[in-house]
């Protein structure tokens, strides 16, 4: 029958089941034994158990209302029975905890650590009543055919913490701690702090409500609450709000191993005889800590930083203000003087040499009718030669008058204000200037503003000696939409780059407000003050000040551009032919991109870490980049780079940037492609710079290169025709090799600083080289821009000073970086890093300022008497 054989096979297979149990699984022989004892606390249990028998130990205990006190169990299995450990329930009115011994923890690529000695703090369940006595009970049982064991189940000392008191205790893996903290009255929040002299070997710090079970083991601490690690420090600030209870657990947990803290990862050690899946022994792995529970600062504090940090930015404002009022009195003073002074007729004052500007209606000219501007006499105001602009046609005929050597003044030859006196030249061409401004589409590619643009250029550009009035003959109208272009450009990039980071960072926020991991960000979390949904509000207020002092900035040139234009308006020939060019465009990128500098910063600083650092790094690079486009603008107006290659260039910085953190680390390969790719820029900038772009890279220009070398070094050796310029570019070449060779030889761990400080040092190079000229060519130096120096550099080497505290870094782990954290040193608010914050952001503004006045001397002095370098 086929129902017949199927019954006869099933019991073959059940037979067959039962004979393939593993022989190590004892039978029970009848019932399982229970023996349940009464057991005190402070009394050491050594006990036995086997397959057939339960132990139980019975304890109970006083608990008040008004008073908390710790629980805690320590085992100690004799037996090695590691395939067959023995389980322990703690059986407690409203919890249950359950561990095995030996207790087997897990770590990186599931390898397996096993601990014969456990201890564990029980949960404490709440009671309402004045005084009640609870129950608990350990049960103990096992597989195995005998295992003895002891137990010991003790009372916690000092299970509560008390405040601003130090407390020192031992803790395992296999051995958690945890405490209780009670906010006293009018304690909103508390910072605890965690200390060990040992780094390792690696801990977690976690803050957990007031809840059975508590999460004590490396593998479920960061189940709730609040958690980072650890080395020698950590620090978690706690709110009240966030518990209702208005106390916490503070729980410390050794980690298995130390690879989270920056710890090398251990040996595996496996023998021929041994299971790869056999735990290891980690036998006595210990940390000291001590632990330390403050009151934090109150709302108070909070109010008075904000006021400070406002009073110091915004009293730059009024300073300002008091200072146009002053420069303003003195103008109207110089203006009645001059007025007092003035001659009915150009012969008079010639002769006294007065400096004014001549009305068009006087001159007998209608504003409109000739264009001069870029036209120069050849000694007399009869020879001069006439430049018109036609409305009507795209060519544009300049006089150039410049053909004889140019002879360089001495320093003891004084400069000459703009005079009206015979054998100068005439102002005609200058007053009866037309404006043209109002034209509706002006554009550099439409047509070139040089007459014969092919030839002129190689002329003028490639003269030994250089006036500003050779390279500022372009229109007006083009150099000033040119120059626009660098502010509409950077306000668009702020736009489409702020946008993101601050989703991104919110989002950041956010993750670490849900799940409580404060490893995610580097903040120093020894002054670290939350405010809502941030966890470090005072590294973002002291980001306010780059944005109030970029808005000043951009409020001063707003206030010279309106001025400079009225003097065009009236035609002033100050305005028209003296003193450097004014071009705002740049000054209002920088400006700009100084309030970005801030917004960005703060944006970086609600999660400072490894994924947003450029964040807060771009537009320093902006920053340098345009100060120093700004500084060869001044005497090489017509030949600055565009707006589309200076950003395209620092856009390139950025990626290097990016690159270099993120694949430069040790990377041998990147810093030589680096390195060379750094060279190469050098001696291609400095190329552009000497021959001032008249030069082509194209397949002929080895060719180029070596008959240059074999005419000045072989077949003549003569010295370079520019030598001061071949001086700059020889002294930024050696820094640049230098940095280069630097970079290729260290590497520094730092790649974003690093690349920061390239362009800084070209800076301050070329900086140093504008004011050396500057005085060797006879100028000087005005009390504001002197003074602004001086401040800015005092200033920059303070902010320097803080700035190279590093108060956390995010090249190490997030447990190495906390022992870098220090406390407040400002109002019990602000870090060291917040004043690198205010103090970077007002030498930051001092040294735009020194760039927007820097050649106010020359605001007299004729273009063709200011000197390029």
């Not at 029980?122 to 608990?136: G, I």
């Not at 626009?484 to 670490?512: E, G, H, K, R, S």
């Not at 001063?556 to 705002?584: S, T, V, W």
């Not at 070329?766 to 504001?784: N, P, T």
């Amino acid at each position: 029958m086929p129902g017949t054989g199927a019954a006869v096979l099933a019991w073959a297979l059940l037979a067959w089941a039962l004979l393939a149990l593993p022989p190590a699984l004892p039978q029970p022989r009848g019932r399982r034994r229970v023996e349940e004892k009464e057991a005190r606390f402070n009394t050491t249990y050594a006990d036995w158990v086997d397959a057939d028998l339960l132990n139980i130990y019975a304890f109970n205990h006083s608990v008040r209302r008004n008073r908390t006190e710790g629980v805690r169990v320590s085992v100690n299995v004799l037996s090695d029975h590691k395939d067959l450990p023995v389980l322990f329930v703690v059986r407690q009115k409203e919890a249950v905890v359950s561990f095995q011994v030996p207790l087997i923890l897990r770590g990186l690529y599931q390898r397996k650590y096993a601990y014969q000695e456990v201890s564990r703090t029980l949960c404490q369940p709440q009671t309402k009543a004045e005084v009640e006595t609870q129950h608990f009970y350990v049960d103990v049982s096992t597989l195995s055919l005998n295992a003895s064991y002891q137990l010991r189940v003790t009372h916690v000392e000092n299970f509560v913490l008390r405040t601003n008191e130090r407390f020192g205790f031992n803790a395992t893996a296999a051995q958690p701690q945890y405490f209780k903290y009670e906010f006293p009255e009018g304690v909103d929040s508390v910072i605890v702090k965690v200390t060990s002299a040992m780094a390792f070997p690696c801990s977690v710090i976690s803050i957990q409500d007031i809840l059975c079970p508590v999460y004590d083991l490396d593998n479920n601490v960061a189940f709730i609450g609040m958690y980072q690690t650890m080395t020698k420090k950590a620090a978690i600030t706690v709110q009240k709000k966030d518990f209702p209870s208005n106390s916490f657990y503070v729980v410390v947990v050794v980690k298995t191993e130390d690879e989270a803290c920056g710890g090398a990862l251990p040996y595996y050690p496996l023998s021929k005889n041994a299971s790869p899946d056999e735990p290891v022994d980690q036998h006595n792995r210990q940390k000291m800590l001590e632990v330390t529970v403050s009151p934090a600062i109150t709302s108070e504090a909070y109010v008075s930083s904000v006021l400070f940090c406002l009073g110091i930015f915004l009293s730059f404002y009024v300073l300002t203000l008091l200072i146009a009022c002053w420069e303003n009195c003195r103008q109207q003073k110089r203006k009645g003087l001059l007025a007092a002074m003035d001659s009915p007729s150009l012969d008079t004052a010639s002769l006294l040499g007065h400096t004014r500007s001549i009305p068009d209606s006087f001159l007998g000219h209608h504003p409109y009718d000739s264009y001069g501007y870029g036209s120069f006499g050849n000694g007399s105001s009869g020879s001069a030669e006439g430049v018109t602009d036609s409305m009507g046609s795209t060519e544009v005929p300049y006089g150039y008058a410049g053909q004889e050597q140019f002879k360089r003044r001495t320093s003891s030859t004084p400069m000459r204000p703009l005079s009206i006196a015979m054998g100068e030249r005439s102002l005609e061409n200058v007053a009866s200037r037309p404006r043209l401004d109002s034209l509706s589409s002006v554009e550099e590619d439409d047509y070139d503003t040089l007459a014969d643009i092919d030839y002129d250029k190689n002329v003028i550009r490639t003269k030994k000696y250089l006036c500003v009035a050779d390279l500022a003959r372009k229109d007006k109208r083009v150099l000033r939409k040119k120059y626009q272009i660098y502010f509409w450009n950077i306000a668009t990039i702020a736009v489409f780059y702020a946008l993101p980071v601050v989703q991104l960072v919110i989002t950041y926020q956010t993750v670490v407000n849900v799940t409580g991991n404060q490893d995610i960000c580097y903040y120093n979390f020894l002054c670290a003050h939350p405010l809502g949904n941030l966890s470090a509000f005072n590294n973002i207020l002291s980001n306010l000040g780059y944005v109030l002092l970029g808005l000043l900035f951009l409020l001063i040139i707003l206030q010279r551009e309106i001025n400079y234009n009225r003097a065009l308006m009236r035609n002033d020939a100050h305005a028209l032919e003296c003193g450097i060019p004014k071009h705002f465009g740049l000054f209002y990128a920088m400006g700009t991109a100084l309030m970005m500098e801030g917004l960005l910063s703060a944006c970086y600083h609600v999660c400072p870490n490894y994924t947003n650092f450029q964040f807060d790094t771009s537009f320093m690079y902006m920053i340098a980049g345009l100060c120093m486009l700004k500084l060869y603008q001044k005497r090489h107006p017509d030949i600055n780079a565009s707006a589309y290659s200076a950003y395209a260039c620092l856009a390139l910085v950025i990626f290097f940037s990016v690159v270099g953190v993120v694949f430069g680390k040790g990377n041998t390969a990147f810093w030589i492609v680096f390195s060379v790719i750094h060279i190469v820029a050098t001696l291609l900038l400095s190329t552009q710079l000497y021959y001032m772009g008249r030069w082509k890279l194209d397949s002929g220009i080895l060719r180029r290169i070596l008959h240059v070398l074999y005419t000045d070094c072989v077949r003549q050796c003569s010295g370079p025709m520019y030598v001061d310029r071949m001086v700059l570019l020889v002294m930024g070449n050696i820094i640049n090799w230098s940095l280069a060779a630097y970079g290729l030889i260290v590497r520094p761990n730092d790649f974003a600083s690093y690349l920061l400080a390239i362009g800084i040092c070209n800076l301050l190079l070329y900086f140093a080289f504008y004011i050396i000229m500057k005085l060797r060519s006879g100028e000087r130096i005005k009390l504001i821009p002197l003074l602004c120096i001086i401040g800015t550099s005092v200033v920059w080497g303070f902010a320097l000073f803080f700035f190279f505290q590093g108060l956390s870094t995010w090249q190490k782990t997030p447990a190495e970086s906390r022992e870098h954290n220090r406390d407040c040193i400002l109002l019990d608010f602000f870090d060291d890093h917040d004043i690198w914050h205010f103090l970077s952001s007002i030498a930051m503004f001092g040294s735009f300022l020194v760039l927007l006045t820097l050649d106010d001397d020359l605001d007299c002095v004729q273009r063709d008497k200011i000197y390029v370098f």
